[in-house]
Each structure stands twice: as C-alpha cells, then as structure tokens.
C-alpha cells in the first residue's frame, strides 16, 4: 500500500483523513458478515498502518494472567519480517507490562532515547527487533478481556501525535468489540443448537406467551405434542386450544396452579397431566413454566413454558405400582399365611399342653413334682405369648375381625404395654368404606411410625389421629420426643419414673377390682331364670374349631360339666343354642363364618342370655375390651391354669363377670378409656387441642395462636369449633369456662 502524501500531523486535514478511516472501518466492520469479519480488521490494520506510515501495526491479546500477549491480527510493511505470534511481557517487555497493564497508560517512544533508564530489557528486546519508534495503546472492553493495538517502525523514526492517539484507542476498541460480538454470537448460536437438540433429544415443545400484546409463539414440536391444527393460529388462540384438550379429572387442578402462577402465588411451576390429544387420544404431559415479566401489580404479563410427553414413563410408573402392589399384597398373604399356622397350629398344640399339664399339675400332691410342673406349665405359657407376638407383628388378626380403628387402639395399647409412652387417640368414626388394602397400608405406617416413637423418640407422649379429609383419609401421628438420632445415655426426665411406678400401682387396683363381684339375671333361652339344684350338672356347650384344644377342654370339663356339643364356627353356634339349651356356653374367641361378638349379639337379639365365656390364645385387650362391652361373662386365656377355666364357669353360672387375673388391669383400663365408657372430656381432647383451648383461655387471638403454634389461623378455628362439638359447647366463653374448671388454664 501506497504510504499517504500527508505526514500524520495534527492538522486538519489530517485529522479529517483519519476520522474518515475511522468511520469507513465501523461501518465495514458492521457490514461484515462472520466469514469476512477476519480480513475487515486485516484490512483496518493496514489502512491504520499506512495512515501513521509505520511498518508493523497488530491487535494483541493479553492472556488472563497478564503474562503473556498473542499476536491476533498483524499488517506489516513489505521486506518487514513479522513478530513473534506468542511474546512473554515477563521477560521481554517488563517497564511495557508495567506501564501498559498496571497503569492502563499508552506507551510512546518516538526514538530510543526516550526509553527510560528502567526500560533496558525494552531497549534490548526493541533493538534485537530493529524498532525505531513504537506506540502501544491498551484496549479494555467490557467484556474484561484486555488487548493491546501496537504500532512500530523499523526504518525511520515516527512522532505519534496527541491528537490521534485518543482516536487510535477508539478504533481499537471498534475493532475488539467486533472481535467480541462475533465470539459471543459463535457462543449464542452453539448455546442454541445444544439448546435445540437437547429440545429433540427430550421431546421438549417451547412457546411463549405475552398477555401484554395477547398473542402466543410455539414451536412445531409444541404444536405436534398439543395437535394444534394446520395453519396460522392468532391471538391467544393456541393457549385456548390447549386448555380446552386438559382431560375433565385435571382441568380444576391445572387452572389452579395457573391462576397460581399467574398472581404471583408462584414463580415457576411443574405439574404432570393428562391431556386428550386430537389423534393420539390420552397422553400424560410434563409441563414446565416460568414468569419472565409482570407488571407492577404483579400479574404475569410475559410467560415461558415447555412441555414434554411423559406417557411412557408414566404407563411404566402405573405397571410399576401395580406390580409393587401384587408384591406386597402376596407379601402380607404370607405372612397371613405363617401367623394362621401359628395360631392354628403351634399355639392349639401349646394350649394343649399346658391344659394337659395344668391338670396334672392340679391332680399332683404338693411337693417337688407340683413345683416342676407349674414351671413346666408357666414355660409353656411364656413360649404361648412370644409365638402370639410374633404372629401379631406377622398380620394383626384383630384388623381383619374389628377394622382399621379398632386395629388402631389395639396397636396403641400394645405399645403402651412395652414401654412408658402415653399414647393417646382421636379417631373419628369412618362415614367411608376402607377397602382392605388400604386399610393395611394405613395400619402399617402406623405400626412403623409407632414402633419409631418407642424405639426412637424418648417421648413421653405419643398421638395418633385419623379422620376423613377431601374424600380420603388423614392418618397423623405425634410425639414430644427428640425424633431419631437424639444423643443416648441422658438421664430419665423427671416424671418418669413415676409415671411407671403410677402404671403398676393403677394396675394393682384393677386387679381388685378383677375378683368376682359384678351380679346380674342369667336367662335360658326360653327366658326363665336358671334354677339348678345341687344334683344337677350344668350344661356346657363349646365352640372351638381346634379339634385338639377342644378334645383337651372335654377331659378338663369332663368332671364337674356336662359337655353337651361342641360346634366348629359363629353360625353352627347360633343355631346349636336354642336346640341344646346350654347353661353356659365357652368359645373360641376366633371362629370362622360369624366372629364370637356377631355369634353373641345374634343370641341377644333372639332372645337368648345364656352366659358366654370367651376363651382364647390372644393376650388382646382390644378384642377383649369389645367381648366384655358386648356382654361377655368372661374372658380367659388358653393356657391359663385349669382351674381359671372352672372359675369363670362358675361365676358365670352365679351371673358374675370374670377376667384373667393377668389381663383384668389392662382389659379394665381400656374399659374405662372406651368411647364407650365414662370419658374424661379432657381426654377426649388431642394434645393439639390442649394447645389451642389453654391459649385461647390466655386471651390470644386465633392469628396469635396460628403464630405461636405455627399453624393457620383456618387450623385453630376448626380445633376450637372440633372442641365445641366435642365437648357439647357453643361459644368461647364456654371452652374457658371449661378450661378453667378443669385446671387447662387459670383465672
């Protein structure tokens, strides 16, 4: 290239040339495409070049950590040998990296006597490089990335004027940012490929929606998954479409969280759904939506979504659950399966042995061998109850015969048994039908949760909820432990103790309590009182369908009875009764076709009060508690002593009630906490409850009580109106008055 007739002076004229090579390279550099960008900047370089009359002009990079620079773009002068692509500022050009990167000042030597003395390196290096004049300009851009425009002589010496240098610096950031802008729109258009076939690759259909404008932009895979048809659609049209395809079941759920959304209840959303496409029928759709704009009182104006067709994995999920389900419904068969055999089998065999060696022991004279045998017979009754306790945790049979609520109670007496925690219930009686599935897996949670309570918690008290709720049901499980994890090894928390020593004390009582004592008129069928004589034997009719236990009962029996049937199930019972006309009937607890507590409520109703005696291998003071309430006489164990048997015979044929001395304090306990029973009505009150009705009485608010319970308000008005129609009250004056009297709160 020519070198101009003009010297770069700071005329006007040269000012003017040099405005106009600024003006022509922007709009070059604009009008470039990306392929031509690269010989655009070449093409400033040299014009830049031949303007100042130099003999090298380049754009350099520095490196991140200031070390290094790069050559990037370079023009130089014919016969010029270029420099070096990649230079170490460190070694060759320490005062230059100094001046250039530290301070952000240009450097400008128009001969080598204006280098300082501490740019000896720079002299050296420059004249191994035959420079005579050199001017380097640092480049900052926002971006951060640092470069630097340099231009130098190697044949004469330049003067670089202060009138261009500020306008070299202006060119030079033109042509980084060039530099930049293709780089970022390389990054945007990599970003939107990866973008688009991580689209495909998903199945992900795009669309925006600005309700400031209404309309709606989607993209073709979103109008393949919605069926969209052919052709322009405008306005908001799409998003109708759409809305009007939600299968009916999810239609309330998907406009909720869109109303949601778009209120600014939420920012984003993700929700699953069933979607009734045009050609395909029901799909299940994964839908993804985010709020990029609102406007100032906070509703959506602009919106970004994608959806995706989740119809496979979601017929995988419903394969799945019906799989796990066929898996644990044959899992709890079996284990219904092993807990009959034991009850079945290996109890009755138990139970016969400790009747056989109950009545050895009776027959024996006093002395060692009595000693032996009531060790042999207590051995057998301990191994009778752990093989109950296992076939309890194996399937709980009192869920098949009494339902979920009662199964409930009994779990949470059972583990009131095992340890210190007062376990406390607000079962709400099931306007529902609960299928046995469901039942199941509702008590199992329950039993684990429960179980976690004891094992885990350090609790003192423990609460189990369960009540009807939008058409299912709740189950809620509490405690005032230290949850799982919580350090061992602490001392008890006072009140422990003793409240075990109050159990065993309370339980002392119930036992007096036990003895014989409660009278009442014993009917035969016909409703004559019973008027025996001393000569005649009292007729007993048994109802087992253990051939063994029953075999075992008669020779028992045998000597003070006259056994006069026995029949094998609920139904032969009942109609066994008015044929044979018992003077006392003893059943097995358990009996197929009608249960013990049907088979006697049926003989009520007929007419009959012949006196029942239950007999059974179940320690269950839930079944126990339900036989006594329905009018039972009796309620004894198995392998309990023989005499035991004769005992409650007796006392049922005198019109008394007798219970196994060794149930009697549990099976009254839980008498007198049945719904049946007297109710303290601050038991009948959940811990919750307490809660809210003590700071009621303090004179808080239903927003300050929320507050203080971390609940909502809407929570402590249902507890309070749960509470009036509880306790039988009608305003709050009322809840205090009761509180108050029953030591909840102070005056």
Known sequence: MAEPAHPPAGDLESRLAFETLISDTSAALLAAPAARLQPAIRHAL??????????????????????????????????????????????????????????????RIARMGDLPPEADVERRGWELMSIKSALTLPIETGAGDLHLIVLNTVHKEREWPDAFVARLRVLGEMLVGALERQETLAGLRAAQARLASGAELAGLGHYEVDYGAGVAAVDARFRELCGLPAGELSGLQSVEFWLQRLHPDDRERVADIRAQLHDGSLERSSVEYRYLHPTLGELWIHHLAIIATRDDAGKAVLTYGVLRDVTVRKGIEIEQRDLSRLLIQAHEEERALLARELHDDITQRLAVLAIEVGSAEKAAPKGPSSSALRSVREGLVKMSEDVHALAYQLHPSVLAELGLLEALRAECERRGRQSDVDFSLALDPLTCSVGRDEALCLFRVAQEALGNVVRHADAQSASVMLREVDGGLLLGISDDGVGVGAATGEEPRPGQHARTRGARERHGRYREYARPGHRHRCLDPCGRRFAMSGAERPKVLLADDHLMVAEALKSLLAPEFDLIGV????????EAVPRLAPD????????????????????????????????????????????????????????????????????????????????????????????????????????????????????????????????????????????????????????????????IAEL
């Open 46 to 107: 040299a014009s830049v070049r031949s303007f100042f009359r130099a003999d090298r002009c380049a754009l350099l990079a520095v490196s991140a950590d200031q070390q290094f620079v790069n050559v990037q773009f370079e023009s130089s002068a014919g016969g010029v040998e270029p420099v070096s692509q990649d230079l170490n500022l460190v070694d060759l050009f320490p005062w230059s990296r100094q001046t250039l990167l530290v301070e952000r000042a240009p450097v």
């Open 567 to 574: 029949v094998p199930d609920g139904r032969a019972l009942v």
């Open 584 to 743: 006392v009937i003893v059943a097995d607890v358990t009996m197929p076709h009608l249960n013990r507590i049907d088979a006697m409520a049926r003989l009520r109703k007929d007419g009959c009060q012949v006196p029942v005696v239950f007999l059974t291998m179940h320690r269950d003071v839930t079944i126990a508690r339900r036989a006594l309430e329905a009018g039972a006489a009796g309620f004894v164990l198995k392998h309990a002593a023989p005499d035991e048997l004769i005992t409650a015979i007796r006392a049922a044929l005198q019109g008394q009630t007798y219970i196994t001395p060794i149930m009697a304090a549990e099976i009254l306990d839980a008498m007198r906490g049945s719904p049946e029973a007297v109710e303290d009505p601050v038991g009948s009150l959940t811990l919750r409850q307490r809660e809210v009705l003590q700071l009621l009485s303090e004179g808080l608010s239903a927003k300050e009580i929320a507050g203080k319970l971390s609940i909502s308000a809407r929570t402590v008005e249902f507890h309070k109106y749960e509470m009036m129609d509880r306790l039988g009250m009608h305003t709050n004056a009322d809840l205090i008055h009761f509180a108050i009297k029953n030591g």
